[in-house]
């Protein structure tokens, strides 16, 4: 288990992030064309990685844009309205447009080694973690 320094503003940051959902799944997030989204994430870890899968279906792998920083990994880009003059929509319920995502990282890890791979509307990021929050069996000498 690593040894993570508290940040007050963190838990601020997620108080104001629980605080928008709540209202904008009461009232809703504006007329079509307007919304904005952000796509559901599911964060787990292991021994050795963190991993990230965000549902983006629909999008293409280029309007993907992914960023790390040294405590953090941000996911940005836009779903794009299929706009066919020809059709007549009646009803327009999946959301598109911009969005972005930031995730604090608790844990080193190497940021040149962060995979991420696009199948089947699922974007799944490999974060390793450092080798020094990594947990060590240590041996109990006998004397």
Same mark, same amino acid.
């Given at each position: 288990?690593?040894?993570?320094?508290?940040? @007050?503003?963190?838990?601020?940051?997620?108080?104001?992030?629980?605080?928008?959902?709540? #209202?904008?799944?009461? #009232?809703?997030?504006?007329?079509?064309?307007?919304?904005?989204?952000?796509?559901?994430?599911?964060?787990?870890?292991?021994?050795?990685?963190?991993?990230?899968?965000?549902?983006?279906?629909?999008?293409?792998?280029?309007?993907?844009?992914?960023?790390?920083?040294?405590?953090?990994?941000?996911?940005?880009?836009?779903?794009? #309205?299929?706009?066919?003059?020809?059709?007549?929509?009646?009803?327009?319920?999946? @959301?598109?447009?911009?969005?972005?995502?930031?995730?604090?990282?608790?844990? @080193?890890?190497?940021?040149?080694?962060?995979?991420?791979?696009?199948?089947?509307?699922?974007?799944?990021?490999?974060? @390793?973690?450092?080798?020094?929050?990594?947990?060590?069996?240590?041996?109990?000498?006998?004397?």
């Amino acid at each position: 288990m690593a040894i993570v320094r508290w940040d @007050p503003f963190k838990d601020l940051e997620e108080l104001q992030e629980r605080v928008n959902r709540v #209202f904008q799944d009461h #009232f809703g997030r504006g007329h079509a064309g307007e919304r904005t989204w952000a796509p559901i994430v599911d964060i787990y870890e292991d021994e050795n990685n963190i991993v990230l899968r965000a549902e983006l279906p629909g999008m293409r792998k280029e309007d993907i844009n992914i960023e790390v920083t040294k405590d953090s990994l941000s996911i940005t880009g836009e779903r794009k #309205f299929d706009s066919d003059e020809k059709k007549n929509y009646v009803r327009v319920e999946r @959301p598109y447009g911009p969005f972005a995502r930031t995730f604090a990282i608790n844990a @080193p890890f190497d940021a040149s080694a962060v995979k991420a791979s696009y199948k089947d509307g699922i974007l799944e990021l490999t974060i @390793p973690k450092s080798e020094e929050v990594k947990p060590k069996k240590i041996e109990v000498a006998a004397e």
